[in-house]
C-alpha cells in the first residue's frame, strides 16, 4: 500500500515496470469510483480525500489524470463545451472566465499539471449517463412529442443527474451525438429529441414550436379546471355551513358564486377539448406520415429487390422448368424398362410353358407316394449292395461273443433267438 500511494518518478524511462503497475492499479480504479458514485465530473481534490487511507492521500494522483487525459479518457470541462454549442446554457460562458488561475499560467508556461479544482469530464461515463437519459425520456409519458420543456426535462431526470452542471453536460453529449436540440423560445428553453435511437435530430421548426405551445396551453387550462373545481368545492361548503347557521343570505351568495364556477368549469372544458382534439390529429397526422414513410420506404426495396423480375421471365422460367421434370420422367421410365439383350419373348408361349409345369406339379404328390424317390447325392460314391447273407453271418457272430453260444450252421435263425 506504500507503494502504491507513493508518488510517480518523474519519468517512465526510469523503472517502466514500477510506473506501469501503479499506473494500472490507479487508473482503472479512479474510473470505477466515479461509476459507482453515478458522477460524471472529477476533480483531484475529492478523489485524494475519497482514497484517503489512515491519514495518507495517493501523492500520485494527478500523474494518473494527466496520464488519463493523454489518453482520452478524460477532458477538461471547459474543453468538452468548447466542443459544443452551449450558447444555451446561462453559465457557459461564466466557465471559460472563471478558470483556476492556476491552470491558466500552467498552461501558457507549458506545464501540464492538474489544479485540484479543475473539474474533469469522464468521457465514457458520460456517454453512459447519456444513453440512460435518453432511455428514460423514451420510457416517459413526454416521448408522445418530440418537444419538450427543459424543466420538465430536468425533474424526470433528477435521479440520474445529481446536479444541474451533469444534467446540462448530459444534454451537450446528446447534442454532440445529433440526438437533442436545444432552442430558447420566448424565454423559456424547449429540448427536441430525435425520433429514432439511429436516427438524427431535426432543427426545430414552427410546426414543433407550435404544437408546443398547444401543450403548454392545454397543461394550463388543466390546471385552471382544477383550481376552479377546488373553488366550486369551497363554495358548496360555505353554503352547506350558512345554511346550518341560519344564514340564509350567505348561502344563497356562495350558491350563486358555486354556479358561476362550474360555468367558468365548462367554459374551460369547452377549450380543453378543443385543444386536446388538435393534439390528438397532430398526434394522428404523425402517425401517418411514419406509416406512409414506411410504406415509401418497402415500395422502394420491393422496387429494389424485383428489378430483373418479369411476368414473361417467370413464365419461361416455369416452361423451362417443366420441360426438365418432363424429361427426367421419361429417363425414369426408359430405364425402367430395363436391357433384353436382343431377345423377344412371346407372351402366349411363356403363359401355355407356365400352365404346363402347373400339371406337372398337381400330380408329383401322387407319385412321390407309391415310388418313394431315391435320396440323390451329388459327388457322391455309389454305395455297395449288402447281402442278407452276410447280415445273419455278422449279426450270429455278435450273438456268440455276447451270449457264449456255439453257434449250428443248418439253423442259424433258430440259435439267435436265445441270444435275443
Same mark, same amino acid.
Given at each position: 500500500m506504500?507503494?502504491?500511494?507513493? %508518488?510517480?518518478?518523474?519519468?517512465?524511462?526510469?523503472?517502466?515496470?514500477?510506473?506501469?503497475?501503479?499506473? !494500472?492499479?490507479? %487508473?482503472? /480504479?479512479?474510473?470505477?469510483?466515479?461509476?459507482?458514485? !453515478?458522477?460524471?465530473?472529477?476533480?483531484?481534490?475529492?478523489?485524494?480525500?475519497?482514497?484517503?487511507?489512515?491519514?495518507?492521500?495517493?501523492? !500520485?494522483? @494527478?500523474?494518473? =489524470?494527466?496520464?488519463?487525459?493523454? #489518453?482520452?479518457?478524460?477532458? #477538461?470541462?471547459?474543453?468538452?463545451?468548447a466542443s459544443v454549442d452551449s450558447s444555451w446554457i446561462s453559465w457557459g460562458v461564466g466557465v471559460f472566465l472563471l478558470k483556476p488561475l492556476k491552470w491558466t499560467l500552467s498552461n501558457m508556461l507549458g506545464d501540464n499539471k492538474v489544479p485540484a479544482e479543475e473539474v474533469l469530464v469522464a468521457v465514457e461515463l458520460l456517454k453512459e449517463k447519456a444513453e440512460e437519459v435518453y432511455r428514460l425520456y423514451q420510457n416517459s409519458p413526454l416521448s408522445s412529442h418530440p418537444v419538450v420543456a427543459l424543466s420538465e426535462l430536468s425533474a424526470l431526470c433528477a435521479n440520474s443527474c445529481p446536479d444541474e452542471r451533469t444534467f446540462y453536460l448530459v444534454l451537450l453529449q446528446l447534442q454532440k451525438e445529433k440526438r437533442v436540440t436545444v432552442l430558447e423560445q420566448n424565454g423559456e428553453k424547449i429540448v427536441k429529441f430525435a425520433r429514432g435511437p439511429h436516427a438524427k435530430v431535426s432543427p426545430v421548426n414552427d410546426v414543433d414550436v407550435g404544437v408546443y405551445q398547444l401543450m403548454q396551453s392545454e397543461q394550463l387550462l388543466s390546471r385552471k379546471v382544477e383550481s376552479?373545481?377546488?373553488?366550486? +368545492? #369551497?363554495?358548496?361548503?360555505?353554503?352547506? #355551513?350558512?345554511?346550518?347557521?341560519?344564514?340564509?343570505?350567505?348561502? =344563497?351568495?356562495? /350558491?350563486? @358564486?358555486?354556479?358561476?364556477? +362550474?360555468?367558468?368549469?365548462?367554459? /374551460?372544458? %369547452?377549450?380543453?377539448?378543443?385543444?386536446?382534439?388538435? =393534439?390528438?390529429?397532430?398526434?394522428?397526422?404523425?402517425?401517418?406520415?411514419?406509416?406512409?414513410? %414506411?410504406?415509401? @420506404?418497402?415500395?422502394?426495396?420491393?422496387? =429494389?429487390?424485383?428489378?430483373?423480375?418479369?411476368?414473361?421471365?417467370?413464365?419461361?422460367l416455369v416452361d423451362q422448368i417443366q420441360e426438365l421434370c418432363d424429361t427426367q420422367d421419361e429417363v425414369s421410365q426408359t430405364l425402367a424398362g430395363g436391357v433384353t439383350n436382343g431377345l423377344d419373348f412371346d407372351s402366349e408361349e411363356l403363359e401355355k410353358e407356365l400352365d404346363i409345369l402347373l400339371q406337372d406339379t398337381t400330380k408329383e404328390p401322387l407319385d412321390t407316394l407309391e415310388n418313394p424317390p431315391e435320396t440323390l447325392y451329388t459327388n457322391s460314391v455309389p454305395k455297395p449292395r449288402i447281402l442278407d447273407a452276410e447280415l445273419e453271418a455278422e449279426l450270429e457272430k455278435l450273438s456268440l461273443s455276447e451270449g457264449g453260444l456255439v453257434p449250428s450252421s443248418k439253423s442259424p435263425k433258430r440259435q439267435l433267438e436265445p441270444a435275443l
Open positions: 506504500s507503494f502504491l500511494f507513493s %508518488a510517480f518518478k518523474r519519468s517512465r524511462e526510469v523503472n517502466s515496470t514500477d510506473w506501469d503497475s501503479k499506473m !494500472g492499479f490507479w %487508473a482503472p /480504479l479512479v474510473l470505477s469510483h466515479s461509476r459507482r458514485q !453515478g458522477v460524471v465530473r472529477l476533480r483531484l481534490r475529492d478523489l485524494q480525500e475519497a482514497f484517503q487511507r489512515k491519514g495518507s492521500v495517493p501523492l !500520485g494522483l @494527478a500523474t494518473v =489524470l494527466q496520464d488519463l487525459l493523454r #489518453r482520452g479518457e478524460l477532458q #477538461r470541462e471547459s474543453d468538452f463545451m376552479l373545481s377546488q373553488e366550486s +368545492e #369551497r363554495c358548496k361548503e360555505e353554503a352547506r #355551513r350558512a345554511c346550518r347557521a341560519g344564514k340564509k343570505q350567505l348561502a =344563497l351568495r356562495s /350558491l350563486k @358564486a358555486k354556479q358561476r364556477t +362550474e360555468k367558468r368549469i365548462e367554459a /374551460l372544458h %369547452a377549450k380543453l377539448d378543443t385543444v386536446q382534439g388538435i =393534439l390528438d390529429r397532430i398526434y394522428a397526422s404523425q402517425t401517418d406520415q411514419m406509416v406512409f414513410n %414506411a410504406y415509401q @420506404a418497402g415500395v422502394g426495396a420491393l422496387k =429494389l429487390s424485383m428489378k430483373d423480375v418479369t411476368v414473361e421471365k417467370a413464365e419461361s
